[in-house]
Every structure is written in structure tokens, then in C-alpha cells.
């Protein structure tokens, strides 16, 4: 989708965002609002104005997906079938228009053509145990911290909330970083420390094959620490070098690749208040997550405005995939059934027990291959209802046949679900700057693998021209 660049915004162009996100987001919070699941039991098709719902009723799903969320197939051209009324195509272009861009500069093939599970930009030491997503975003986010090191002049890369180390391996004895994990779980911690072995013992032996490789300078593994970080108190763990530095103190820089809910605001809090932490690149995640109040508004200029609150559902909506769910339309398969189905369970809860309300249903599977009455029943039984009470069998179809309105309404929050996304950045790229930090936001990602693909990119010195190199893909 095309978008905003952060980078290209002065602050006051940064505050006049704010301001125009905060108006948007008001006016369409209807939908934002809403529960899919909900989409019988409250009319929220009826919700929509009438124009709307002549323009997006009887659009298919591949229909959708060009028409309205902008993302036509291969070769396609958008053309619409009716005239739309101007408030729909100005929600679509506002949406487009305010949001930030997900969109990486640098343009390279695929590191995947060869074989979807391998990129061909990692050896394979560094690939075994990792899913491609993550093969993706280790190297890139590796990268870049690395430049971002060399560039500040950092002594040592703290990785918080590490999970299995697949970042600080890479980053460590990929990219010959000092780099010191931190993760709160046990488990996860053990793991790292065998992976590691395993990877160090996969290295000399392809050093042994490939003598004429030379390896000019010892390898340090991780230091993992198994530490929780509170977010609203330093970590003393986090600032601690592993070494002594040759001159003066250490210069630490953070990272943290989708850093969940309030552990990516940590990072940002460290950074502020900490003289020895000097950079940070932050990849944040799980939004729905964020301490209300505490994770977010960060900035005074966001906290002044009216409309400014998210509240949960908005920051949950603002986690989906948008490309991802741009993708299935285009597919138009039999899994886009599910909200219609989880929809019209709601409506014989709500029967049964009108005080249960949006019940947890554990995944069902297989749900494309049920009859509507088949999903039903084995809905009931996973929220502790009768699976036998009575259905009206006609209302189900009813709303099975409706099948395509729920779709259409769920993208039109989908469409703006980015919107929330991008609010909440900048809200964490104004807090940096009111405290007179130099700080950028850059699509770091391809979105289609990793949606949550904007990094966070903070010095205590102007970045100036080292922006570009950071953006730029390495050969």
C-alpha cells in the first residue's frame, strides 16, 4: 500500500499528523469499534451508511481486495463496477494517505525464489532451526543494527526479550557484534545456549570443508541472562557491560525484534533516561499489550489531544495483517467463511445465554470442510453449552448467505486498522524528539512477510547521511 514516510515529515509536519489521525480515527470509531463476531447479533452491516452498502454488497472477495483495500492482483487494473459514493473513496484515500508506509526502499529479488523455506542471504548454519519469516528478519534487522553500531560507535548490542536467540546468534556470530540477550524464560534461555553450541561446532566444521575461509578474529557467542525488564523501572542487567571498554564508558545499543507490548516501550525508556545507551533500533509488536496508562500516549503532544485514547480493541485490530488478508481475498477461498460462521455462533450464545458474551472459541479446525450447523455444535461444546440445543437451521443459512457482507466489513476495518499502527509510532517518535533525540521510523520488512515491519530508529546524534546506508540493502 502506498503511505506516509516518518522520514520524510519535519516535527511539526509529525505533530500536524498526529492531529490529523486523531480526527480520522474519530470519525470512523464505529467501525473500529466493532466485533466481527458481532456482525449478527449487533446489525452492523445496517451500521454502515445505505450508499455504502449499495457499493460493497455483492463485491467478492477478490473484488474486495482490489476495490477497496487497493491490492489488485498480478497485471490487474481497478475499475470499479459502480459509481462510489465520494465519503467511501474518501475513507479509502485517507487511509492510504495518513499512514505510514510499509513499503522497504531498497528493492532486491526475492530471497526466497530459489526454495520458500531457505534465504539464499543466509548460509546454512544460520538457517537450520529457523522459519523463513524469521531468516528474513534476522538478517535484516542484523544488518542494519550493525551499520547503526558502527555508525554510533557502540561497544555492545543489548537484544531484549531475545526468545531463542535466533537475532543475537546471527548478530553475534554472523556479524561479529558483542551481544549480550536478555529473555525472561528459563526455557527459552537453555535453548538458546544449546543452538548456540550447535551453531559454533556447524561453523568450524565448514571452516575445516573450506579452508581458504579464514576466520580473522574470535568468535564470542551470546551472553544470555535470564532477566524479565520491568517497563517501568531500569534494568540494571540491561546496562552492564560484558567487558570493560579500551577508552571512557560503554555505549550500548538496543534492539529488540517485536518486542512485545510494554517491553518495547522499556527500550525507549532506557534510552532516554540512560547516558551509556546511545542508540536503539526497535521493531514493536502485540499492541493490544501496551499498559493503559503507561505504554501509551508517551508524548505530551499526543496525551493534549482530543480523540487520542485507543483503547483495546482499536490497538488489537491495529496487529492484523493487512497484505496477508489482501492475499486470501485474491485467493477468494473457503477459510474466509470463519468470521460468518464465528458470527452466526454468537447469535445462538446470546440465545442460550444472553449474558455470555464473545466467548473464547478454541480453534476449530478444518472449519471450510462444516456445514454451518457442524461449526455451531462443535462452537457450543467449546464454550460449555449443549451441542444439541434445538438450531433454526433457516436462520443459520440466512446468515451463512451473508457470508460476503461479513467479509466486506471486516476489510473496511482492516483498512484502517493501519491508521492505529501508525499513531501509535508516532507517538513514540514524538516522545524521542521532545526530549531532543533524533529518531526515524523505517520499513525494515517485506510486509508480506512480516507485517509489523516498521523499526524504530533512535541516536543521541544527528543521523544525517546514515540513514540512507541503513536503508540500503546489503549485497
Known amino acids: 500500500m502506498p503511505g506516509i514516510s516518518a522520514r520524510g515529515l519535519s516535527h511539526e509536519g509529525r505533530r500536524q499528523l498526529a492531529v490529523n489521525l486523531t480526527r480520522v480515527l474519530a470519525l470512523y470509531r464505529s467501525i473500529l469499534d466493532a466485533y466481527i463476531i458481532e456482525f449478527f447479533t449487533d446489525n452492523l452491516w445496517d451500521t454502515l451508511p445505505c450508499s455504502w452498502q449499495e457499493a460493497l454488497d455483492g463485491l467478492n472477495p477478490p473484488q474486495l481486495a482490489t476495490m477497496l483495500l487497493g491490492m489488485p492482483g498480478e497485471g490487474e487494473v481497478i475499475r470499479y463496477r459502480s459509481v462510489w459514493p465520494l465519503t467511501l473513496l474518501a475513507l479509502k484515500s485517507t487511509a492510504c494517505a495518513l499512514a505510514f508506509t510499509r513499503t522497504p526502499g531498497f528493492q532486491t529479488p526475492s530471497e526466497f525464489l530459489e ?21 528474513h528478519e534476522i538478517r535484516r534487522l542484523g544488518e542494519l543494527v550493525k551499520k547503526l553500531s558502527d555508525f554510533t560507535g557502540c ?32 526455557r527459552l534461555v537453555e535453548r538458546a545456549q544449546r543452538l548456540d553450541q550447535e551453531l559454533l ?25 535470564v532477566r524479565w525488564v520491568d517497563p517501568t523501572a531500569l534494568c540494571e542487567e540491561l546496562l552492564l557491560p560484558l567487558e570493560n571498554p579500551c577508552q571512557g564508558r560503554a555505549r550500548l545499543l538496543l534492539t ?3 518486542a512485545c507490548g510494554d517491553l518495547s516501550v522499556a527500550l525507549l525508556r532506557h534510552f532516554s533516561c540512560c547516558p551509556e545507551v546511545v542508540a536503539l533500533a526497535s521493531v514493536g509488536c502485540c499492541y493490544m499489550k501496551l499498559s493503559d496508562p503507561g505504554g501509551y500516549p508517551l508524548s505530551q503532544w499526543v496525551a493534549g489531544l482530543p480523540g487520542y485514547e485507543l483503547p483495546y480493541r482499536l490497538r488489537e485490530g491495529a496487529c492484523h495483517a493487512l497484505e496477508e488478508y ?34 473464547g472459541v478454541q480453534g476449530i479446525p478444518r472449519v471450510h470442510e462444516l456445514k454451518i450447523e457442524e461449526y455451531v455444535q462443535r ?54 524528539q521532545e ?12 510486509p508480506e512477510l512480516s507485517p509489523r515491519n516498521l523499526v524504530l530508529v533512535a541516536t543521541k546524534m544527528p543521523l544525517g547521511q546514515a540513514l540512507s546506508i541503513l536503508e540500503t540493502e546489503d549485497s
Open 201 to 225: 561446532q556447524a561453523l568450524e566444521k565448514e571452516e575445516k570443508r573450506n579452508p581458504q575461509v579464514v576466520q580473522t578474529s574470535p568468535r564470542h557467542s551470546p551472553h544470555h541472562v
Open 326 to 359: 489482501a492475499e486470501r481475498l485474491q485467493k477468494a477461498g473457503p477459510g474466509l467463511r470463519t468470521h460468518c460462521y464465528r458470527a452466526a455462533l454468537e447469535t445462538v450464545i446470546r440465545r442460550a445465554r444472553p449474558e455470555l458474551r464473545r466467548p
Open 115 to 135: 526454495n520458500p523455506s531457505q534465504s539464499s542471504r543466509l548460509t546454512a548454519p544460520f538457517r537450520k532451526h529457523v522459519r523463513p519469516k524469521k531468516q
Open 256 to 258: 529488540g525484534l517485536h
Open 379 to 432: 462452537g457450543l461444546q467449546r464454550v460449555g453449552l449443549d451441542p444439541q440445543l434445538p438450531l433454526n437451521l433457516a436462520a443459520l443459512q440466512a446468515h451463512q448467505a451473508q457470508e460476503n457482507r461479513v467479509v466486506a466489513f471486516f476489510s473496511l476495518a482492516l483498512l484502517l486498522a493501519p491508521l492505529v499502527e501508525t499513531l501509535i509510532l508516532l507517538d513514540r517518535l514524538l516522545y524521542l
Open 435 to 446: 526530549q531532543g533525540f533524533h529518531a526515524e521510523l523505517l520499513p525494515i520488512f517485506s
Open 155 to 186: 561497544t555492545q548490542v543489548v537484544d531484549v526479550g531475545s526468545g531463542q536467540g535466533h537475532l543475537s546468534r546471527f548478530m553475534a556470530l554472523g556479524l561479529g557484534l558483542m551481544v549480550k540477550s536478555i529473555e525472561g524464560d528459563q
